[in-house]
């Protein structure tokens, strides 16, 4: 008999708007203290200063209403697990307009507060039913907010990595989303059932070809916590390093899963 299908996980879409809010407010608290010299400081992306990386902050929500004004799908043919593959793909473009809000918005708390009060209004008028043509095709208003959730969490941390007495706080909500995710990402990308990534309290996945568990302890076990997983997920944390800094636990042979990070970048 084969093996039952995996049911696609869903988000509920209240919470899902609180979390993208909560976390959008983490962010704007922290940027209000930030000094001019802590906005010149580099990032770990590249050639992205602290403040190019927070006018990307604002960037990620200012796409809901992008896609807001363009006409509604006719049907959805994406759902938020297309969204994690195709974002390296985007990254030129991405980084374009970051450099370029960064440049035109010397006031990033005005920029910030403007796009906080215009993303609250437009989701004001949309039900998460609403399909959005986004750039990994047509999804719900509602998935999509998933993916906003994911950006302010990985970029709050990386926020945190440039400055480090920042110390932004991670909404509990929107981590969770953020971390369920990139593990249903990694089930997509290496189906199977003969490897447990856990990553309390949030996700376990099962993924990896090879023989099934079906009781027990599993074979092959990958265990971490959520920030160390979204780091190795997002190409912030090498599989090696986290290994040799015990970041991660990993036994048995299916259980090394370094050839498949990053899952997005």
């Given at each position: ?9 869903t ?13 959008f ?67 030129g ?14 006031d ?15 989701l004001?008028?949309?039900?998460g ?23 302010l ?33 990694l ?15 949030y ?12 009781r ?15 780091r ?16 991660v ?17």
């Amino acid at each position: 008999m084969p093996p039952a299908k995996k049911r696609t996980r869903t988000y509920d879409p209240v919470k899902t708007r609180t979390a993208v809010l909560a976390q959008f407010g983490n962010v704007r608290a922290a940027v209000r203290t930030l000094t001019p010299e802590q906005l010149a400081l580099p990032t770990r992306l590249g050639e992205w200063t602290v403040r190019d990386l927070v006018a990307h902050t604002g960037a990620a929500l200012m796409a809901v209403g992008r896609f807001l004004d363009r006409p509604e799908p006719a049907r959805q043919d994406a759902t938020v697990l297309d969204w994690p593959s195709g974002t390296s793909a985007r990254s030129g473009a991405v980084a374009d307009l970051a450099h370029r809000l960064a440049e035109q918005n010397p006031d990033l708390d005005a920029l910030l507060a403007g796009t906080g009060r215009d993303f609250e209004e437009r989701l004001a008028g949309h039900p998460g039913t609403r399909l959005l043509a986004t750039n990994a095709g047509a999804m719900p208003l509602a998935d999509y907010l998933v993916t906003r959730a994911v950006e302010l969490v990985v970029h709050t941390d990386d926020l945190n990595a440039a400055v480090p007495s920042l110390d932004v706080p991670q909404d509990r909500q929107a981590l969770a989303a953020c971390t369920r995710l990139l593990a249903d990402a990694l089930a997509l990308k290496a189906p199977g059932g003969s490897t447990e990534v856990r990553i309390p309290p949030y996700a376990v996945v099962q993924c990896v070809e090879g023989p099934r568990h079906t009781r027990g302890t599993p074979p092959n076990v990958v265990e971490t916590d959520p920030l160390t997983w979204i780091r190795l997920a997002t190409g912030r944390l090498a599989w090696k390093d986290a290994l040799d800094a015990a970041r991660v636990s990993a036994s048995g042979e299916r259980a090394d899963l370094g050839g498949l990070l990053p899952l997005l970048a």
